[in-house]
T-cell receptor, first 111, second 117 residues
Framework: SQQGEEDPQALSIQEGENATMNCSYKTSINNLQWYRQNSGRGLVHLIL?????REKHSGRLRVTLDTSKKSSSLLITASRAADTASYFCATDASGGSRLTFGEGTQLTVNP | GAVVSQHPSWVICKSGTSVKIECRSL??????MFWYRQFPKQSLMLMATSNEGSKATYEQGVEKDKFLINHASLTLSTLTVTSAHPEDSSFYICSARGLAGEPYEQYFGPGTRLTVT
């Protein structure tokens, strides 16, 4: 079953703006990962944050994790039209086995 | 490195026939492979986990006799959809985890679009 819930379900912004997506989960985790999926394509791994980490950066991406609230956020700064895609969070409860994906956020960046 | 391929990338078959989808790790040995299904505009649902040389572990609600998974080598896993029906039409994605690297690292294939007519 899917334990991750993401909001918003859809987000439309202008190029240059920041995009923030949120993910909530229900059980304890070992790590949480964010993926991007372009329409009809496979998944691209963006960033992983471990349960003992609170924030992580990678280029224009910033991920936060609040294990007390069982939530995470993904911030994409200075968005580009090429960032248009679906973004999924995925939780890994045991560090190496099953990933449970959230419902995803469809991001549209208008040029 | 860490490339996973799937073949075919898309397939159309008639109701009642069987379809085999291959998942290959091209430049690493995959001890574990995962199979996911994704319906349009929905998230990925894990179907099964397969370890090389052993039987696959299926998620609740996934019919193991309908979705046959074989992980015969460290670089190849196959998913066979038997007696396919239109409701099996979906996007099937595999991922692989290697011997080396962090245990939580999974590498995803590009997916296979199955349409059953």
């Amino acid at each position: 079953s899917q334990q991750g819930e993401e909001d918003p379900q859809a987000l439309s912004i202008q190029e240059g703006e920041n995009a923030t997506m949120n993910c909530s989960y229900k059980t304890s985790i070992n790590n949480l990962q964010w993926y991007r999926q372009n329409s009809g394509r496979g998944l691209v791994h963006l960033i992983l944050i471990r349960s003992n980490e609170r924030e992580k950066h990678s280029g224009r991406l910033r991920v936060t994790l609040d294990t007390s609230k069982k939530s995470s956020s993904l911030l994409i700064t200075a968005s580009r039209a090429a960032d248009t895609a679906s973004y999924f969070c995925a939780t890994d409860a045991s560090g190496g086995s099953r990933l449970t994906f959230g419902e995803g956020t469809q991001l549209t960046v208008n040029p | 490195g860490a490339v996973v391929s799937q073949h075919p990338s898309w397939v159309i078959c008639k109701s009642g026939t069987s379809v085999k989808i291959e998942c290959r790790s091209l430049d690493f040995q995959a001890t574990t492979m995962f199979w996911y299904r994704q319906f349009p505009k929905q998230s990925l649902m894990l179907m099964a986990t397969s370890n090389e040389g052993s039987k696959a572990t299926y998620e609740q609600g996934v019919e193991k006799d309908k979705f046959l998974i074989n992980h015969a080598s460290l670089t190849l896993s196959t998913l066979t959809v038997t007696s396919a029906h239109p409701e099996d039409s979906s996007f099937y994605i595999c991922s692989a985890r290697g011997l080396a690297g962090e245990p939580y690292e999974q590498y995803f294939g590009p997916g296979t679009r199955l349409t059953v007519t």
